[in-house]
């Protein structure tokens, strides 16, 4: 996604201000930045469409007081929505696990979020989409919320600096483990990302630009926010499900490309040390799309560059997303 004003959520290292440096006073009345990186943003809830700063839900919605709910993360590119379906799938199927009902049909949905990117006049972006339990009480009951609520949330941003698709990423493991399936699958993609939000801590207080989690058996799960893969004499390897890695979409996607190149592909438990020994090693999430990682716990992972298999599979993507999709303003 290429926008001029598009806010990147992991800037490179920022470096604090000189001590002669002018620091302007903190003012109430001066415009902020939009969080959303579009001027007088539009957001859709409950049929409805509020500019940003008008744009609230209650108090008393069970997704604000106990992460109640399910969501999504869409990217879509000149004009089209990436693997729609499969997103849609996933949030139905989330929905359905922690018994929450859709208030509305997978087409009228569609419309919703089209509708929703339309009112923002983009062609590129992302879209969060959020069904919660509903306004309800203090009381941890669900049937006390009688109406779930949906929002959308259209955004022009990137997860990473361009520079980091083209350098990778460093990583670290970090001591919270993936939440166990027993305790809360990680399949369900809830509002509750505390687990996730811990784990980047982690990565912020060891100044890496992920995390690693493990499960409780000690293998690898996933990252903070990606799907973790491996490449190892020319075999591409991701952890499986059963590990409490996200059956991510772009995931998916990485496995159709490997296919298509000619390469090897297999969902297996992996360890930290697959991942030291590693020829190449890349992430894959929607916000983030496909990017390397150069190293991992100070190890550097092959010659410390982007692998030319990891290359070819970014380059690929690229081109899917270009000429793919479902089109949002036809």
Not at 75 to 81: A, E, M, S
Not at 89 to 117: G, H, N, Y
Request: glycine fraction near 8%; charge should be neutral; aromatic fraction near 6%.
């Amino acid at each position: 996604m290429k926008t001029t004003d598009a806010a990147v959520l992991d800037e490179p290292k920022i470096h604090e201000p000189t001590p002669d440096a002018v620091v302007e006073p903190a003012i109430e009345g001066r415009p902020r930045p939009t969080a959303v990186g579009i001027k007088d943003a539009k957001i859709y809830i409950d049929g409805k469409f509020y500019s940003e700063g008008d744009a609230k839900i209650s108090v008393f919605d069970h997704g604000l007081l106990y992460g109640d709910g399910v969501f999504e993360g869409i990217r879509f590119y000149n004009g089209r929505v990436f693997r729609l379906g499969e997103h849609l799938d996933r949030l139905w199927d989330s929905a359905r696990s922690i018994c929450l009902d859709v208030p509305m049909t997978k087409q009228a949905m569609t419309e919703a979020l089209f509708e929703t990117i339309r009112k923002n006049n983009l062609r590129d972006g992302y879209v969060r989409l959020l069904l919660t339990r509903g306004i309800g009480n203090l009381g941890l009951n669900p049937t006390q919320c009688k109406w779930p609520s949906v929002i959308i949330i259209v955004a022009a941003i990137t997860l990473y600096h361009e520079n980091l698709y083209r350098k990778g990423l460093t990583i670290v493991t970090c001591a919270t483990r993936r939440c166990n399936p027993g305790a809360l699958n990680p399949a369900v993609k809830s509002l509750n990302y505390l687990n996730n939000v811990m784990a980047r801590l982690e990565a912020n207080l060891a100044d890496a630009d992920e995390a690693l989690m493990l499960n409780d058996q000690g293998n690898v799960a996933e990252c903070t926010a990606d799907n973790v893969f491996v490449i190892k004499r020319g075999q591409i390897v991701t952890p499986p499900v059963t590990a409490g890695a996200l059956r991510g979409i772009t995931r998916s996607v990485a496995f159709e490309i490997a296919e298509e190149l000619g390469f090897k592909t297999l969902k297996a438990d992996i360890t930290r040390h697959d991942i030291y020994a590693a020829d190449e090693c890349f992430l894959t999430g929607t916000a983030a799309e496909i990017i390397p990682v150069v190293k991992a716990d100070g190890r550097m992972i092959g010659n410390g560059k982007p692998g030319p298999i990891t290359t070819r599979i970014i380059a690929r993507f690229r081109e899917m997303t270009r000429d793919t999709g479902t089109a949002i303003y036809e």
